[in-house]
């Protein structure tokens, strides 16, 4: 038996799943399918190969299987998976947060700026995970829970600096659901940047791998194809041209880590105020002292790089309807933008 499995756990508009692609042995038996991934798969439980199965996620040479499929010698399974919780424990806590929707299945929230996603090295406690922990029980405030127990499930989530909208599952199935829709690029994403410079064309597309920086593995960088990291593809449009900035917005068709935030920064177009991609600089402008105070002011405006993630669309795991969500940037980056706009206008 041959195995691959990519695991997408990384960063920026990360996407949160496993995938598994596994050639079955030429002497293997013929075996029920969920009893064969059970066996192959570590800590994947019946529950969860049958949810994957209702979902679509189990291929055989690339068609839908049903657990009760029978697999034989030489067959191509992939098999993709939400992501399991991580082994630690989750405390309830009560952490303001925008909620637009919420279902049986799936809570909608915009997330603010500032705020971690998950709870990892240097941030135990203050997440959205602990936010929502403590908005799905309540009575556990300020109390230690198993992660599995809550699931306050994740299929992708972004930088702690940027805001906007993200999906979270409240079950197995809709995991499942979801994180199926991210692998298959089904998922519509639209974000918001402020970047440096002026364009030359209204749109275009970014393709470059992302993969660790190999000096700094705090951050990202673009790479030849085939040589390093994994592909990546980023389409842009130009929202409003500022003279010395940009306000675009990117439509993402892979979810690497900082995906936007390095593709811009490849091009030339850094996100403004994006201290590690090099935007908290002044890189376009005049020499003025009073354009450079004016610059820095518009720095302390905003927490982080000048990015919301604007938009959200997906199909719901258990009607089968088309959701959309939007959400506009926050009003400190809105009052920074504005400020932008009178600068430009008072130049004139």
């Given at each position: 038996m041959q195995e691959e499995t990519e695991d997408q756990d990384t960063g920026e508009q990360e996407e949160l799943y496993e995938h598994h692609r596994i050639i079955v042995d030429k002497g293997q038996s013929l075996l029920r399918i969920d009893k064969f991934l059970?066996?192959?798969?570590?800590?994947?439980?019946?529950?969860?190969?049958?949810?994957?199965?209702d979902a679509g996620s189990i291929l055989v040479n690339g068609k839908p299987a049903k657990p009760s499929y029978r697999v034989k010698p030489a067959d191509i399974i992939t098999i993709v998976l939400a992501h399991p919780p991580r082994d630690v424990e989750i405390i309830a806590e009560d952490i303001p947060v925008e909620i637009i929707y919420e279902d049986a299945d799936l809570v909608i929230v915009n997330k603010q700026a500032g705020l971690v996603v998950h709870p990892g090295y240097g941030n135990y406690t203050g997440t959205l995970v602990n936010a929502m922990a403590y908005h799905f029980h309540p009575d556990l405030l300020g109390k230690s829970i198993e992660a599995e127990t809550i699931r306050p499930g994740l299929v992708h989530r972004i930088d702690k600096n940027t805001s906007g909208i993200m999906v979270i599952g409240r079950s197995e199935k809709a995991l499942t659901h979801l994180a199926k829709q991210f692998f298959d690029r089904t998922i519509k994403r639209r974000y918001m940047a402020l970047v440096w410079g002026d364009f030359n064309t209204d749109e275009g597309t970014i393709t470059g791998n992302i993969g660790r920086n190999q000096t700094d593995r705090k951050s990202m960088e673009v790479y030849p194809d085939g040589e390093h990291g994994k592909h990546a593809v980023t389409h842009y449009k130009v929202l409003e041209r500022?003279?010395?900035?940009?306000?675009?917005?990117?439509?993402?068709?892979?979810?690497?880590?900082?995906?936007?935030?390095?593709?811009?920064?490849?091009?030339?177009?850094?996100?403004?105020?994006?201290?590690?991609?090099?935007?908290?600089?002044?890189?376009?402008?005049?020499?003025?002292?009073?354009?450079?105070?004016?610059?820095?002011?518009c720095f302390e405006m905003i927490p982080g790089q000048a990015l919301h993630a604007r938009s959200l669309g997906f199909i719901h795991?258990?009607?089968?309807?088309e959701m959309y969500f939007e959400t506009p940037p926050p009003e400190n980056f809105s009052a920074m933008l504005e400020r932008w706009r009178t600068y430009i206008n008072g130049r004139d």
């Open positions: 059970m066996m192959r798969l570590v800590n994947v439980s019946r529950n969860r190969i049958q949810n994957a199965a500022l003279g010395y900035v940009t306000l675009v917005e990117c439509r993402l068709e892979t979810g690497r880590t900082h995906q936007i935030r390095v593709h811009m920064k490849h091009i030339g177009h850094p996100l403004f105020n994006d201290e590690t991609y090099g935007g908290k600089k002044i890189l376009k402008g005049t020499t003025f002292s009073k354009y450079k105070l004016f610059v820095e002011h795991p258990s009607t089968g309807k």
